[in-house]
């Protein structure tokens, strides 16, 4: 090996400790170091071996003045393998102000990780509301699908998130898109049992005997979940009890073989006034 080839190979591993402390400091230490680093010749977009930068690190961690100081110094924001960008690990974990300074400086709202999930999905997906609002409101698209079909609101509801579920209908996200079983949000979340979101869906237009693959209704799953109330809700909205799946099931035999006599009572009281009305 020539005196010069050795100098370039410390020189490159001199340069791959000071960018493997660029991304620690960032993560972890103090604003000062990550200046001293920079200012020392750190390559601010460089990449761990998993493919994060410092950036990444800095907004997963919520490190809001780091994300500033590497920002303002230029750091690429869409750097990172497989398309997982600070933005999107900064709505994974509802980093609000850093997705904020992300959006400011130009970050791609609609990027997507190997799942396809965006920013928003993640956002939706995990509660986190102020950031589900931000996104939208620099135009996030609502219907971008990931790998299981789910979308925001798909994710949104069958999550729990009433508040992310509300502003994505304020947004006109799509109640009747489905994910890769046929389950539109109200299927979805009548299954989980979650009352409120329900009404949300029901009250935004949402198709209550929308079937999935397998045929069931939203009615259908809330009996086999034993789920009165929300058999209660979906009645008073019209769902048809006579809907079978593809199995020939209606919601009123599946409450019987659940032995559920409180959804059964409903679902005959309710056939039993239909017909009296007709």
Not at 72 to 89: F, K, Q, V, Y
Not at 145 to 167: K, M, Q
Request: hydrophobic share 45%; net charge negative.
């Amino acid at each position: 090996m020539t005196s010069n080839s050795l100098s370039n190979t410390f020189l490159h591993a001199e340069i791959n400790e000071r960018n493997t402390d660029l991304i620690e400091a960032a993560t972890n230490g103090p604003a000062t170091s990550v200046r001293l680093l920079l200012a020392a010749g750190a390559d601010m977009n460089a990449t761990d071996n998993a493919g994060y930068t410092a950036l990444i690190f800095a907004a997963v961690n919520g490190r809001t003045e780091i994300v500033r100081l590497l920002l303002d110094r230029g750091a690429n924001t869409e750097a990172g393998m497989h398309g997982n960008t600070a933005l999107i690990g900064a709505a994974v974990y509802g980093r609000t102000e850093i997705v904020e300074l992300l959006l400011q400086a130009g970050a791609n709202v609609n990027a997507t990780d190997p799942d396809r999930n965006t920013a928003l999905i993640f956002a939706a997906q995990n509660g986190h509301a102020e950031s589900v609002r931000r996104l939208l409101a620099a135009r996030a698209f609502t219907e971008v699908t990931n790998r299981t079909g789910n979308t925001a609101l798909i994710a949104a509801a069958l999550n729990g998130h009433a508040e992310s579920v509300r502003l994505l209908l304020r947004a006109r996200a799509d109640t009747e898109a489905t994910d890769t079983y046929g389950n539109t949000a109200l299927i979805s979340v009548a299954a989980r049992g979650d009352a409120e979101i329900v009404q949300l869906l029901l009250r935004a237009g949402a198709k209550v005997d929308a079937t999935n693959n397998d045929g069931d209704t939203a009615l259908i799953f809330a009996a086999s979940r034993n789920n009165a109330e929300i058999v209660r809700i979906l009645i008073a909205r019209g769902a048809n009890v006579d809907k079978t799946d593809n199995d020939g099931d209606t919601a009123l035999t599946t409450a019987v073989r659940n032995g559920n006599t409180e959804i059964v009572r409903l679902i005959r009281a309710y056939a039993a006034a239909a017909a009296a009305a007709a």
